[in-house]
């Protein structure tokens, strides 16, 4: 049995954020998620936006969190090492109906508290975006709009919590809560049973398949998917800032955006589905993504996809976001409704669940000891020739490019292996040094992926998984 002061359930950006702010406090926490990587679903496949909550709903929770979570990231990306650009979106209206939106949406960011949201003239818009419809009558520009790695951020998130304590229980599904006389009394897993006195679901898709283990699932949760494009570095098209379309009353809309990494991003779709594991990509959907978003940008050339994947949203039923603590259950705090914006409130969510967890009894006291900052694993090509050089001096296997594609060598995919929390499959080495991410998408790379790890986790080949125990990428020899 594992002893701990607070179970959070999910290791997606909330859950790993949540995680990372207990961690300032002398107290126990112990993470736990049935997959085989931090990141959780949602996290780890969705548009890569840090937003400024300038279209929330005022007076909402989610308005509060986004709205306080997006100046945050100036110094977290710094202290954590994550990658992170403030390159603004612009919001352009094609005909009268969505020209005459403009203001509402305007007035609707000052409600909100973002007040740098500017109107910006057909000529004005067509500068910043020469790609653009040149039938656009104009549109606003949203300067904190950001783009980030998502796969770092959470991985550095995690990674910060547990060298300062936190314990990490990966591929270990919770099947049960206990409560007794009124109080959480334990946790049961596939990897045993946590005594604990307070739980914190984060559990996104599944919070209330969680929910249900304590009588508190009075809403459900229905996956929307979102299916996505990923565009080569050297696409014909590009754009500068994310283009956003005039969202709906459903969805945000398709959009088009560069990432960090010089890649443009298109989608997503929103499709309610009847199940929370579909994340296939379907002939329809890729099909609306490029018939909308060429009526913003003509020219965006889908013939350059290197890839297409899709993600799943928890949207809750009745919708909302919502973090609930209740009078008749002592320790439990329940957070539902966290959809497209999560990514962004996860690093406030943290803080605002640690007012909750006081609120109901946690006794948080300030460590001495606690370390805000962490390094990211050094990006070869990014490096000055000297300072490559340098580190091949140093770590000659810097000096053997495993993926071509992003130039990535075996000395990072070493370090992504040997961190904390550090890569056992091929997704999670991908995630980390985006080894497979390029043009080929490890065809030439995968073999050599598979051999690192097999050496590095001292395993046969055969037993190398993609993500999830079993997905074998090798099934035998053929000869």
């Given at each position: 049995m594992v002893k701990t002061d607070v179970v959070v359930i999910g290791a997606g950006a909330v859950g790993c954020a949540i995680a990372r702010e207990l961690s300032k406090y002398k107290i126990n926490v112990t993470v736990v998620d049935k997959r085989d990587d931090v990141g959780g679903d949602a996290s780890k496949s969705n548009s890569a936006i840090i937003h400024t909550g300038y279209d929330a709903a005022p007076g909402t929770l989610e308005s509060q969190l986004v709205v306080a979570a997006n100046p945050m990231y100036d110094q977290l990306t710094k202290d954590l090492d994550v990658p992170f650009d403030r390159i603004g979106a612009v919001l352009p209206a094609f005909n009268e109906e969505q020209f005459e939106k403009l203001?509402?949406?305007?007035?609707?960011?000052?409600?909100?508290?973002?007040?740098?949201v500017e109107y910006l003239s057909k000529e004005e818009i067509l500068a910043k975006e020469p790609e653009l419809n040149k039938d656009v009558l104009g549109g606003l520009f949203i300067p904190r709009e950001s783009i980030i790695d998502p796969f770092i951020l959470v991985q550095a998130l995690a990674e910060n919590a547990n060298e300062n304590g936190v314990?990490?229980?990966?591929?270990?599904?919770?099947?049960?809560?206990?409560?007794?006389d009124g109080a959480?009394?334990?946790?049961?897993?596939?990897?045993?049973?946590?005594?604990?006195?307070?739980?914190?679901?984060?559990?996104?898709?599944?919070?209330?398949?969680?929910?249900?283990?304590?009588?508190?699932?009075?809403?459900?949760?229905?996956?929307?998917?979102?299916?996505?494009?990923?565009?080569?570095?050297?696409t014909s098209c590009k754009v500068q800032n994310i283009v956003l379309p005039i969202p709906t009353k459903v969805t945000k809309g398709k959009l088009m955006t560069p990432t960090i990494h010089g890649n443009m991003l298109v989608g997503p779709t929103a499709e309610d589905l009847p199940d929370k594991v579909d994340v296939s990509v379907t002939t329809e959907g890729l099909d609306s993504i490029y018939a909308d978003v060429s009526k913003m940008i003509p020219n965006v050339n889908i013939r350059d996809t290197i890839t297409q994947y899709s993600g799943l949203r928890p949207n809750r039923n009745p919708e909302g976001l919502h973090v609930d603590v209740y009078d008749d259950l002592k320790g439990y705090v329940n957070l539902s409704?966290?959809?497209s914006t999560g990514?962004?409130?996860?690093?406030?969510?943290?803080?605002?669940?640690?007012?909750?967890?006081?609120?109901i009894g946690c006794e948080l006291v300030f460590k001495d000891d606690?370390?805000?900052t962490r390094k990211g694993i050094p990006c070869f090509h990014q490096m000055t020739i000297e300072e490559q050089e340098a580190i091949v001096k140093e770590e000659p296997?810097?000096?053997?490019?495993?993926?071509?594609?992003?130039?990535?060598?075996?000395?990072?995919?070493?370090?992504?292996i040997h961190r904390p929390l550090g890569a056992k499959t091929v997704d999670a080495v991908k995630r980390r040094v985006r080894a497979g991410m390029g043009r080929c998408q490890g065809g030439f790379c995968g073999p050599k992926v598979i051999e690192i790890l097999a050496r590095e986790l001292n395993i046969p080949t055969e037993q190398v998984n993609k993500n999830l125990e079993g997905s074998y990428m090798i099934t035998g020899k053929n000869k």
């Open positions: 203001p509402s949406i305007k007035e609707k960011a000052f409600k909100n508290h973002v007040y740098d314990n990490f229980m990966l591929n270990t599904e919770v099947t049960d809560i206990k409560v007794e959480i009394k334990a946790v049961e897993t596939t990897g045993g049973t946590i005594e604990t006195s307070f739980v914190v679901n984060a559990a996104a898709l599944h919070c209330d398949d969680i929910a249900a283990m304590v009588g508190k699932a009075d809403y459900k949760v229905v996956a929307r998917r979102g299916q996505f494009y990923i565009l080569d570095k050297n409704g966290v959809r990514l962004t409130l996860s690093v406030s969510m943290g803080k605002y669940v640690a007012e909750k967890m006081k609120e606690f370390k805000a296997l810097y000096g053997n490019i495993v993926c071509r594609c992003e130039t990535i060598t075996e000395g990072e995919i070493l370090r992504a």
